[in-house]
């Protein structure tokens, strides 16, 4: 063996060699030496390809000896800490140089390490996944990558021919974290993970931290570091009041088919072209935030963001990451919030994303009656490891802190509270308690609702939970989960089907409107009329709405007064202001010729009307949290079809008269609670809205 690997073993220097060595900086690099009296540090380096490699010093230039097996090596006089040196390879055809990024201590701390082991690391982002910084005087991407059951992982990518057995990365003690800082690697450039399984199988695996990727079906991660100044620092500041007291409306959007650019290839809009655009038009409607359906990376269009393959990554299908960023800072200065849909459920099965990372169910749960979800064919994260709450309960942050998004909407939560979710019998395993409840995943959402709590004053968290879970919005200090709102599913399903009656009908449906306020204050409600409510043949709202055209008009306006002045906050789906006939596709863009129809035209005239006097009607929205802010005046009225209500919030009142049947109601009394003149505020029949042109007018006792 040659001197330059003296003290090295030789099982060591052979798993070098054969591209499974996970220690890769106990051979390569500067190492310190004594050779006859002389000290100073033998450098190695590795090329199975390489006809030879100088190590360029301080102005001169050293030939390293080849040893062996792609190993190269030459010794560097002089005592103290190893020199700055550059490597440079030669080819039959060409040469490479670069500096080693074997000279480079750790990028991971100890501590970094220790939170990672407890599952107790908030800023994950920054020691995990690409980071680009300045070590030792070099720039280049420090790298990291959780994969505790891998033998050897290696950052690949253009800079090395996407070759393996070039940039093995270090392991770091039992931690399960490989890490390599390469220098030279900068903003924009593609890498992967190649792990070589305990098996000895390698697997090409996107970056599960990634902070961008390329745009699909290519799967390439991407390094990125941002240089976007928010500008956002009012909204910012004044966020942070109590939203269960604010008037909350959402203008729920797809990005991608919001609006389209025909004449480029059907292409959509991007980040940076929709943002003046959505934000002036949902403002304009009285909206006070946008949602987002997810925009973080997903391999499947149709999915709408759905199946995620990039947690960490927003989609680049519209841009970077800095773009996305500003598409939210417009909203802000707008005066916008900005709600994220986000995906802790499930994630897809895709070959290059999570599924089995490392060689082993790492991410899931080996046994498919807990780790696949039968509905979606994907994948159920193990909420009971703790690096797996850590990468999710950090991803939430992350979208929080590094976008200055307000709030995150939680998809398919009920799919992660019960463990026999769309599954028969014996397709499901029970908790340790014998029980269908899904211990770790209400354990995971309480921390991560804790944790956003703590961490993002202001910020917000709403839950898409479809089943009577008890304590959805609960504090978790009260053995709530900790969401700030639960989106009412049993409202939209009751109020969809009554409005698609026929008038006649509906007097022998009476309670299916009034039936959701005997539940209303056990929770703090959103009432949503989503996209999942306009898509597989279910139809447009419009086409819902029963009757002819002018009473599905009617109606529709009708079906939303009656959302916008009950309890609750508030959700429409983009193109609800259009009332369009079609239900909405993802590959198309938004009907945006209707609004040149003198009918539209006026129910987008209704929606606007109706934002702006909910927004400005603080009766609507500050006695949301009590049953007090809530009364009824007559719901009973089943011969009629007309219900009346008051919404209250200790300082005034409103009175809310519903006549859901297109006859009119001439000399019809309502109780108030008060002996004074009662002025119309708002009529969804007005005639500026397309409707019938009646009077609403005082009853008189002369």
Not at 34 to 41: E, F, M, Q, Y
Not at 280 to 293: D, I, S
Not at 445 to 470: C, D, H, I, K, Q
Not at 521 to 549: I, Q
Request: charged share 25%.
């Amino acid at each position: 063996m040659s001197e330059w690997l003296e003290g090295i073993e030789a099982a060591a220097i052979d798993a070098l060699r054969h591209g499974e060595s996970a220690q890769p900086h106990r051979i390569l690099g500067p190492h310190p030496l004594c050779v006859a009296g002389r000290s100073g540090h033998v450098i190695r380096a590795f090329h199975p390809d390489a006809h030879g490699v100088l190590c360029r010093l301080a102005g001169a230039g050293k030939q390293m000896e080849a040893i062996g097996g792609g190993l190269l090596a030459c010794f560097v006089e002089g005592a103290g800490a190893a020199p700055a040196y550059r490597l440079r390879f030669d080819f039959e055809v060409g040469e490479w140089e670069r500096e080693d990024p074997y000279r480079f201590a750790p990028t991971v701390g100890e501590l970094d390490l220790h939170l990672i082991g407890e599952g107790r690391h908030r800023r994950l982002w920054r020691v995990l996944g690409a980071n680009f910084r300045e070590l030792d005087g070099a720039q280049g991407t420090a790298f990291a990558v959780w994969a505790p059951n891998a033998r050897r992982v290696s950052v690949v990518g253009p800079f090395c021919g996407w070759d393996g057995r070039l940039l093995p990365m270090r392991q770091l003690g039992a931690s399960g974290v490989f890490e390599l800082f390469v220098p030279g690697i900068g903003p924009g450039e593609l890498y992967k993970y190649e792990l070589k399984t305990r098996e000895g199988a390698l697997r090409l695996k996107a970056d599960p931290l990634a902070p961008w990727m390329e745009p699909p079906p290519a799967s390439a991660s991407r390094v990125f570091t941002s240089r976007h100044v928010f500008r956002d620092d009012a909204w910012m500041a004044k966020r942070s009041g109590d939203l269960a007291r604010e008037p909350l409306s959402i203008y729920e959007v797809h990005l991608g088919s919001w609006a389209r650019v025909p004449e480029e290839e059907n292409r959509p809009l991007s980040y940076r072209e929709i943002a003046p655009r959505l934000a002036a038009h949902a403002k304009r409607l009285g909206f006070t935030h946008v949602e987002l359906l997810p925009l973080a990376e997903h391999a499947f269009y149709g999915s709408w963001g759905y199946q995620v393959t990039g947690f960490y990554a927003p989609t680049s299908r519209y841009g970077t990451p800095d773009d996305l960023r500003f598409l939210v800072d417009t909203c802000h200065q707008a005066g916008l919030g900005v709600i994220l849909d986000w995906v802790p459920a499930h994630f897809p099965k895709d070959d290059f994303a999570l599924r089995r990372f490392d060689g082993t169910a790492l991410y899931e749960h080996e046994d498919p009656r807990r780790g696949e979800h039968p509905d979606w064919g994907t994948l159920i994260f193990n909420y009971g490891r703790a690096e797996v709450r850590n990468f999710l309960i950090a991803n939430a942050l992350y979208w929080l802190r590094e976008f200055h998004v307000d709030g995150l909407r939680v998809d398919a939560v009920a799919s992660m509270l019960y463990l026999d979710y769309s599954r028969s019998e014996g397709e499901w395993l029970p908790n340790r308690e014998g029980g269908r409840e899904n211990l770790e995943a209400v354990d995971f959402l309480r921390e991560m609702n804790a944790v956003v709590a703590e961490e993002v004053p202001g910020a917000f968290t709403l839950a898409e939970e479809s089943t009577s879970w008890p304590g959805v919005s609960r504090p978790t200090s009260e053995g709530g989960l900790g969401f700030s709102f639960k989106w009412n599913m049993g409202w939209m399903h009751d109020t969809l089907r009554y409005f698609g009656r026929q008038p006649a009908h509906r007097m022998y449906h009476q309670g299916e409107l009034s039936f959701a306020m005997v539940y209303e204050h056990s929770e703090r409600f959103v009432n949503p009329l989503s996209h999942d409510e306009v898509v597989h043949g279910k139809g447009s709202l419009l086409v819902k709405m029963a009757g002819d055209e002018w009473q599905r008009f009617a109606n529709l306006r009708a079906l939303l007064t009656y959302q916008f002045t009950r309890p609750g906050k508030k959700l429409l789906f983009m193109g609800t202001e259009l009332a369009p006939e079609r239900e909405w596709d993802h590959d198309r863009s938004l009907d945006w010729h209707l609004g040149a129809n003198p009918q539209r035209q006026s129910f987008a005239c209704f929606v606007e009307e109706l934002g702006r006097f909910y927004r400005e009607t603080p009766c609507l929205w500050r006695g949301d949290p009590e049953p007090a802010g809530f009364a009824w005046i007559d719901c009973n009225d089943a011969e009629h079809s007309v219900y009346s209500f008051l919404r209250r919030d200790g300082r005034d009142h409103v009175l809310v008269v519903l006549n859901l049947t297109p006859a009119p109601r001439q000399g019809y009394r309502v109780g108030v609670p008060l002996r004074a003149r009662y002025r119309e505020r708002f009529s969804s029949d007005d005639a500026r809205f397309g409707g019938s042109r009646l009077e609403t007018l005082p009853w008189s006792d002369a």
